[in-house]
């Protein structure tokens, strides 16, 4: 086993897990997932394979048929998937968001319903906040909510789902009037409905449109999307945790475990453009040696091991927090910061030890170098990150008197 990235305390369920997935990843993964990225192709087999090895439900609690493992451990199977392709842990990530939020602030009902299919991968979920116009201003959306008898009449456009097309249940997150005066702050009004529909693009269910991909640089075989509604009518039982009012608090509580999982995907695919790195310094040779014993390279190459270590540290941290019942909010947006922005250097760096062939997409830095810059992105930018962790560090180190 590699020096990097080593995770002390494991228990033997865990340990197990974890090479069951590097394994997968090694043997079905890692061999065809250039191929499929640069077809833009969802990796329909390998999401076949992730079903069968129960990663669907690997949070979702025994008695609704998961494995109830902890967050730590979801964090390092995603970790080991991203070092094999990024996209595969996203299919993955988006789904355990809405199962974890069902799980924390479902209704009895909306458990049972959803989430023993949830674990067998049968119900596949997305989540929705973002808007055309909004970026990460949240609180400015403007898709609504209107009771009709007893049901909700929702409206408006959404942006950038993950699963958008394939997914069959998806969390949108909507502003609410009812039973909010004028005035109410807007973290206060806004709902989450629990959207079910059929797999595919177009209009999936009457007054939900998904209108087809967003073409992306980067980030290619799973599907991105919109989500165009017009009067969908969602009954009252399909709100989450059955009022309305509390979706901005539900979705930060799940976009807070989102962002130690972009943690764990910079993780992975910062020791993958490692590995790529190192193997080529010590095959590639210049001036009659191989480019590894030049000292410019091996500095680059101590840079780029020390920052993989480093970020796979925070991120376990931050998971670790959650796990114990305690806020981890400041861990969490200090673990994707860091581990989004060393991505991208130990990414850039593996791809200078390439020279001329990293440029080449027969080889697979080729696509690390376009998959990097959507975890400076996802999940809250870099500046909403440092945001929370000064409010956050002010809140610690606030002075008295």
Known sequence: MARLAQTHGLTEVQQEILATVRDFVDKEILPVATELEHRDEYPTRIVEG???????????????????????????????????????????????????????????????????????????????????????????????????GGDHLLTGQKMWLTNGGTS????????????????????????????????????????????????????????????????????????????????????????????????????????????????????????GRPIAEHQAVQFRLAEMATKVEAAHAMMVNAARKKDSGERNDLEAGMAKYLAAEYCKEVVEDSFRIHGGYGFSKEYEIERLYREAPMLLIGEGTAEIQKMIIGRRLLEEYRIQG
């Open 50 to 148: 992730l079903k069968e090895l129960g990663l669907f439900g690997l949070m979702i609690p025994e008695e609704y048929g998961g494995l109830g493992e902890s967050l730590l451990t979801y964090a390092l199977c995603v970790e080991e998937l991203s070092r094999g392709w990024m996209s595969v842990s996203g299919i993955i990530n988006t789904h355990f968001i809405v199962a974890y939020m069902i799980k924390q602030h479902g209704t009895r009902e909306q458990r049972e319903t959803f989430l023993p299919r949830m674990a067998l991968g049968e119900v596949r979920g997305a989540f929705s906040m973002s808007e055309p116009g909004l970026g990460s201003d949240v609180s400015a959306i403007t898709s609504r909510a209107v009771r009709d």
């Open 168 to 287: 069959t249940l998806v969390a949108v997150l909507v502003r609410s009037d009812e039973g909010h005066p004028e005035g109410t702050p807007p973290h206060r009004s806004m709902t989450t409905f629990l959207v079910e529909k059929e797999p595919g693009f177009g209009e999936v269910r009457p007054g939900l449109t998904i209108p087809g991909k967003i073409e992306k640089m980067g980030y290619k075989g799973v599907d991105t999307t919109e989500l165009i509604m017009d009067g969908l009518r969602i009954p009252d039982d399909r709100v989450l945790g059955g009022a309305t009012g509390r979706g901005f608090y539900q979705m930060m509580d799940g976009v807070e475990v989102g962002r130690v999982n972009v943690a764990a995907r910079g993780c992975g695919v910062a020791r993958r453009a490692f590995e790529l790195g190192v193997s080529y310094a010590q095959q590639r040779h210049t001036f």
